[in-house]
């Protein structure tokens, strides 16, 4: 079975995404940030976005590991966090 969970947008990914938070159905972050960019294909700002966003995997930093090679669980939480101005 596909683990389910929740992908949350912050600052420009939001604005981008045009809503907080939506659902994800996939076994890695790869496939999970995919179906968001396929969801959201309308919106070119939305991938440009992701290009440049940190993410973080049910609280964890997933830094530079390949995508593709972090996984999702059943009830998880995808953070996708875009560089912020100032700090």
Known sequence: MTPTGTVR?????KAAAGT???PYAAETLAEALEA??????AHPEF?????RSSFLVDG???????HAAVPLVQGGTV???PPFAGG
Request: proline share 3%; no cysteine; aromatic share 6%.
């Open 79 to 81: 953070e996708v966090l």
């Open 20 to 22: 907080a938070e939506e």
């Open 9 to 13: 947008y912050w600052a420009a990914a």
């Open 47 to 51: 991938a440009r976005v992701l290009r």
């Open 60 to 66: 964890d930093p997933v830094g530079t590991r390949d």
């Open 36 to 41: 968001a960019r396929t969801a959201h294909a």
